[in-house]
């Protein structure tokens, strides 16, 4: 017996030393097809992952990947406020290319929704919160709260996210009117043009890109806040522009998507045709696909389970994008777990994409019954505690090690802002700011100035902007010797060298500039004249109106002016010369309106906009849910006894009766679908309820009938309030005749 027990306990150490201690999840991608030439692979999945919505790569080039696993856990979005989410690092011990290990950095979080690694550590949300942590090995510390009303209100689907470092050291985020930075270690915080819905996006310019549902690709044709100086003048012309028509997808099988019922949703063959989810747009930076994918846009489409490449077109005044393809998608699945949610350039040139894998996407608050019945059919609820990650990679593309940041020395980095890669140069440019490397001040001057690598140049020239190290000559030279695309940025950033002692070489490097003709240069030079003209309208003011002649039914430089006159647009509204040249343009309609709205103080919305206001069905799901479901069922199909189905239900579709009945209660026999309901007690409205608006009405309404019907339908506040005084008969609750009564006047 003690033989065997040894050689059992032999046997069981030989199986214990043959096993690596690598969790590798395999994943078939035989549901997967995409684009010939390319190669996809599986860097991470469950158990490791569960339901990521983020990532980021830290200064070794790991994975940091943001979970959400609190998101739509069930048909009814329960668990949202669970502190279930996480944020963890990817680990590749065995070097094998693929993740093996999760380590987790934090825990108990509700809904993190972004991260990014700025300033040698990691900010990230954690609704309503964004905070930033020091790392010290693998662990946070030092937590500074950045922003208190972050992500104050909405639901997950539209709250702040995004956490985008652009080229001119500000990070940006979609579904927000707010960019953040930090100088000399205090956080920054300043109003930007609000932008998109979940995902934003860089180009190497710096021009942002976002989407939101149903519009596949925004973004702004300029540098961001070119056009916002002038708080009294809100920009149309150039930025959140529709870049695209053509919102057609092209699924690989007939998916459920919301509005399948609806009209002109779905195709003959049960194929969704437009965009209905579209999110996270990512401007391909990584230098390691062909030429011809250099800065293409790639969308994601989760409710399609499909990844989209568009081209876009740069018209110097302008960006438009197409379709690359009709009929045919960079990458599609068979597999309706696949969810993109997120794609991210990467440390080695290849595209990164988050794909939550859940059954549920879209948020409760929005669920149509037809979703519904079609998900408890396929049992797309029971999609969850999945995740993945897969790496995009071109078959010709060299595979190159990973380089760790922390162990480059200044000079390593100064090479790295003309890489191949941007995520590499974004990087670069980084850690030469925050470590504060000026020691090779000289070389990134130099960097600055050749014009033989204008990419190289905007990083450097963004280095020295982040050193506080540049000045008004320095940015002179830069435009004399560079191309428009460098110029625009050192006219941009001279904005803050306006002084009287500038004025002989300010007048004239514009002069030259503009005998440039260049229209991607004239929109920025005309934002800088209006600033000019406040120092001195004599010198500048022709200039400025040269330009305007010359471009005068071009709205791209009309906003600039526009937006750098102000404090001095009544002055010239009024100048004869301006009238004169410039008579039955836009500009002098746009311009009249600024000063109208400067006299009664109206400004911009993203001056006077604090927080991200919730959307009317989410505020009336929490209020559903709080007040209604107890009796009529979360899934609104009633509970015997207490209440009848909202389900379908006429007095549903009807939303005056439906007001009525909240307001005021009903008192049964009720009919609904035909069937009669006899309820035991009446059901009290909310009419005496103080604490309950006109507004939380209509919230209520907007869900519900969004929730069990065909479509979601509103009542205005004014309508509710004049519904209170309407009474039934007995002053009391409302029978089904007398509702159906009123129904008829």
């Not at 522009?241 to 779905?266: C, E, H, I, M, W």
Request: contains cysteine; aromatic residues 10%; charged residues 25%.
């Amino acid at each position: 017996m003690r033989l065997i027990f040894y050689s059992l306990l032999v046997f069981f150490c030989l199986l214990i030393s043959c096993n690596s201690g690598y969790d590798e999840t395999e994943v078939s991608l035989d549901s997967y097809v995409v684009e010939d030439g390319f190669n996809l692979k599986v860097l991470a999945a469950e158990p490791l992952l569960k339901a990521p919505v983020a990532i980021d790569f830290d200064a070794k080039g790991r994975i940091w990947v943001a979970q959400m696993p609190g998101y739509m856990n069930d048909l009814q979005g329960s668990g949202e406020e669970e502190p279930s989410g996480s944020i963890v690092i990817l680990e590749d011990l065995d070097k094998d290319g693929v993740a093996d290990h999760s380590k987790i950095f934090m825990d108990s979080l509700v809904m993190p929704r972004a991260l990014a690694h700025v300033y040698g550590g990691l900010l990230y949300v954690e609704p309503p919160y964004l905070w930033f942590v020091d790392i010290e090995n693998d662990k946070p510390v030092n937590k500074v709260m950045v922003d208190s009303i972050y992500a104050v209100e909405g639901n997950p689907e539209h709250q702040p996210n995004g956490l985008e470092l652009n080229i001119d050291n500000w990070i940006y985020n979609a579904k927000s009117n707010f960019r953040y930075r930090r100088i000399d270690g205090v956080w920054k915080k300043e109003p930007t043009t609000f932008r998109g819905q979940w995902g934003i996006t860089h180009d190497n310019f710096g021009r942002l890109y976002y989407n939101d549902n149903s519009r596949i690709l925004l973004g702004d044709y300029v540098l961001p806040n070119t056009l916002i100086d002038n708080p009294y003048y809100t920009p149309k012309a150039s930025v959140d522009k529709l870049l695209t028509n053509d919102q057609r997808v092209y699924p690989a099988f007939a998916g459920s998507v919301n509005r399948g019922y609806a009209k002109g949703v779905l195709n003959a063959d049960s194929l969704l045709v437009n965009a209905t989810a579209a999110c996270s747009p990512l401007v391909y930076r990584g230098g390691s696909f062909t030429q011809s994918y250099s800065e293409n846009v790639f969308v994601c489409i989760p409710e399609g389970n499909l990844i989209k490449r568009l081209r876009l077109n740069f018209m110097g005044d302008a960006t438009k994008a197409e379709q690359v393809w009709q009929n045919k998608e960079f990458i599609t699945s068979l597999d309706e777990g696949f969810r993109p949610v997120s794609l991210k350039n990467g440390p080695n040139g290849s595209m990164y994409v988050v794909d939550m894998h859940r059954g549920m996407i879209g948020h409760h608050a929005y669920m149509s019954p037809y979703l519904r019945d079609k998900a408890k059919a396929k049992e797309l609820d029971t999609i969850v505690n999945f995740g993945r990650i897969f790496k995009v990679s071109h078959n010709n593309a060299t595979s190159n090690s990973l380089t760790d940041f922390d162990s480059l020395n200044a000079s390593e980095l100064v090479s790295l802002l003309q890489s191949d890669n941007g995520w590499i140069r974004d990087r670069a440019q980084h850690f030469l700011i925050f470590k504060e490397l000026k020691t090779v001040i000289d070389d990134v001057k130099d960097l600055a100035l050749n014009k033989k690598n204008p990419l190289g140049q905007l990083h450097a020239l963004y280095v020295l902007e982040g050193w506080n190290a540049l000045s008004f000559d320095f940015l002179v030279s830069v435009i004399e010797e560079s191309n428009s695309d460098v110029a625009s940025h050192a006219l941009v950033i001279s904005k803050d060298f306006i002084s009287e002692k500038a004025i002989e070489q300010a007048s004239h490097i514009f002069k030259s500039a503009l005998d440039r003709n260049e229209l991607g240069l004239d929109a920025y030079l005309a934002n800088v004249l209006g600033h000019w003209v406040k120092i001195n309208n004599h010198r500048f003011q022709p200039l400025l109106t040269k330009i305007l002649k010359r471009r005068e039914m071009n709205t791209t430089v009309i906003d600039a002016a526009i937006s750098g006159l102000e404090k001095v647009d009544t002055v010239l509204y009024n100048d004869s010369v301006i009238k004169n040249n410039l008579k039955n343009t836009p500009f002098l309609s746009k311009l009249e309106n600024a000063i109208t709205n400067r006299k009664s103080d109206k400004k911009n919305d993203i001056y006077t906009l604090e927080v991200v206001r919730e959307d009317t069905r989410t505020s009336g799901s929490k209020m559903f849910f709080q007040i209604c479901a107890s009796c009529h069922g979360a899934d609104g199909k009633g509970i015997d006894g207490l209440a009848p189905p909202l389900m379908g239900s006429e007095h549903v579709k009807n939303t005056e009766r439906l007001a009525l009945i909240i307001l005021h209660g009903l008192e049964g026999p009720v009919h609904v679908n035909g069937e009669r309901y006899d309820i035991n007690l009446a059901m009290p409205g909310l009419i005496r309820n103080e604490s309950i608006s006109d507004q939380d009405i209509a919230n209520i309404i907007s869900y519900v009938t969004n929730a069990f019907s065909d479509r979601s339908r509103s009542l205005s506040n004014k309508r509710i309030s004049e519904l209170r005084n309407v009474k039934s008969s007995t002053g009391m609750e409302f029978t089904e005749p007398e509702l159906q009564a009123l129904d008829k006047k």
